[in-house]
């Protein structure tokens, strides 16, 4: 975890909107499929698209104008 607070990331800041779904994504299917170990006592919190991605609750997509 050390690891993580030192990190630095240098990148627009739209461009981080559009990847926080993705990486939350790749992060719960680590999670899920046990390829990644929470501690005992570690929570994370999730934000609305974290949830709606594991409630399968996502909007359906539509076509192009």
Do not use: H, W
């Not at 461009?15 to 719960?28: C, G, N, R, S, T």
């Not at 499929?33 to 539509?62: F, H, M, V, W, Y």
């Amino acid at each position: 975890m050390e690891l993580f607070t030192k990190l630095e990331v240098n990148i627009p800041f739209s461009e981080a909107l559009k990847q926080i779904p993705v990486y939350a994504k790749k992060f719960m299917k680590c999670l899920l499929s046990g390829k990644k170990k929470l501690k005992d006592d570690e929570n994370i919190a999730l934000s609305e698209e974290c949830t709606a991605i594991l409630q399968r609750k996502l909007p359906p997509k539509l076509k192009d104008p």
